[in-house]
């Protein structure tokens, strides 16, 4: 039996002792008391979240994957922070040349040459006035919208510290790149800066994942930031939302998300893989339009009563676009990609791989039409993946908050 298979039977059994815990656990003189008719609630419903996660969640059990991992110590490459290290944003600028965006204070973007091993600092795009010593602050994503013999136009996104109001905003600038001996970065323009500007809470759910759609334009993703307002429609603003991006405006294409960290456009169809609360993590076919719920609905729960919203029906995604495929409990998905055709992956070619902090992860995901999954393989990596981009031989590479980068193939058995 496969190790999917039997974590979840275990989860089965789990649910199967924890329902019958309230049972055991009060006498019935005590429920007469509405406090404890509320916590055997409360134990149901959770004891229900877990079956629930067992029954809709259940791993594929198709053939394991075995991968090849190849680790480069990238320490310099590290974002540092009182509240923890982070790995650094990355973009393939060719197939042995990346760029990325971190370093100790997450605001230099670096050109690593994966032949020599080696990073190179192009240069500063955060100012050191708009941030907080805080790795959450630092740049999220890095999109090369086009490249010409030696000049690049890139698309830079970083959450900004406004210390004047004491508040944060996600930015996006374009930038132009020329390489040579000793390449430099200077900025054109301002694409976007999302409104309103928010208090300082849940920065990490900025999102603010790019994916070119051409030359011109790319889709950008931008969280909640932890707004305690977001479910208020008309003051939340750009919060929660994907938006279609280009030097001349943007459009806002769907709302209602929590913090999509992961986006990849397949032809013309746009997923993106979304951070629930405890549990109910996203996989999302995006559409024009569309509200996804949060944070009215969502298959995971509210964290405590003072988390910063309480989701109105939880467990449900009652009256709102339901996901593709979620996960319960949640594996903090980071980065989407897809893996070329025909490649050296074989039966996984032209899957998604979606990347995870929590679970320590890469999950496959089959897709048998553009809005059904099929088969979803959790493959261990052991390492908190916060970027994923793959190289055109198939070759995925990943940056960890450990500080590592990491080249993966399939495993040549
Ligand atoms: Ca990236």
New binding site residues.
């Given amino acids: 039996m496969p190790k999917s298979g039997v974590k979840s039977g275990i989860r089965i059994l789990t649910a199967s002792i924890c329902l019958l815990t309230p049972v055991f656990y009060y006498p019935l003189e005590m429920v007469k008391s509405t406090g404890a008719i509320a916590q055997i609630f409360l134990i149901i419903n959770l004891c229900l979240l877990q079956l629930l996660g067992a029954t809709s969640n259940a791993w594929a059990e198709g053939m394991p994957i075995k991968l090849n991992i190849t680790t480069f110590e990238t320490p310099m490459l590290q974002i540092l922070g009182p509240n923890g290290e982070r790995g650094a944003?990355?973009?393939k600028l060719s197939d042995t040349k990346l760029l990325v965006g971190g370093g100790a204070d997450g605001s230099k973007l670096f050109l690593y040459d994966l032949l020599s091993k080696q990073e190179q600092l192009i240069g500063r795009v955060i100012p050191a006035n708009e941030r907080m010593n805080d790795s959450r602050f630092s740049i999220i994503?890095?999109?090369v919208l086009s490249e010409v013999k030696s000049k690049a136009t890139l698309l830079i996104s970083y959450p900004i510290y406004r210390k004047s109001s004491k508040c944060v905003v996600v930015n996006l600038t374009a930038y132009e790149l020329t390489l040579s001996d000793k390449p430099t970065l200077s900025k054109i323009k301002n694409w976007f800066t999302s409104k309103p500007c928010v208090p300082i809470s849940a920065v990490h759910h900025a999102a603010g994942?790019?994916e070119v759609i051409d030359k011109q334009g790319a889709y950008l993703t931008i969280g909640d930031l932890g707004y305690s307002k977001i479910g208020n429609r008309s003051v939340r603003g750009d919060l929660g939302s994907v938006f279609k991006v280009s030097g001349s405006g943007v459009e806002k294409i769907s709302s209602g998300h929590r913090n999509q960290q992961g986006i990849v456009l397949i032809g013309s169809d746009l997923y993106t893989a979304e951070h629930g609360p405890r549990g109910g993590d996203e996989l999302n076919l995006i559409k024009k339009g569309v509200d996804y719920g949060w944070p009215f609905v969502t298959f995971g729960q509210a964290y405590s009563n003072g988390d910063y919203v309480k989701p109105t029906k939880p467990g449900t995604h009652d009256g709102y676009q339901p996901p593709l495929h979620y996960w319960v409990p949640s594996v903090a998905p980071t980065?989407l990609v897809q893996l070329p055709a025909n490649s050296s992956w074989a039966e996984w070619s032209s899957q998604l791989v979606m990347a995870t902090l929590k679970e320590e992860a890469l999950i496959f995901i089959q897709l048998t039409s553009k809005s059904t999954v099929g088969e979803v393989v959790k493959v261990d990596v052991g390492e908190r993946v916060r970027?994923?981009?793959v190289l055109s031989d198939g070759r995925l590479v990943a940056t960890t908050d450990s500080g590592k980068l990491l080249l993966i193939s399939k495993a040549v058995n």
Avoid: Q, T, V
């Fill in positions: 944003a990355i973009a994503d890095i999109a994942r790019l980065e970027d994923l981009e």
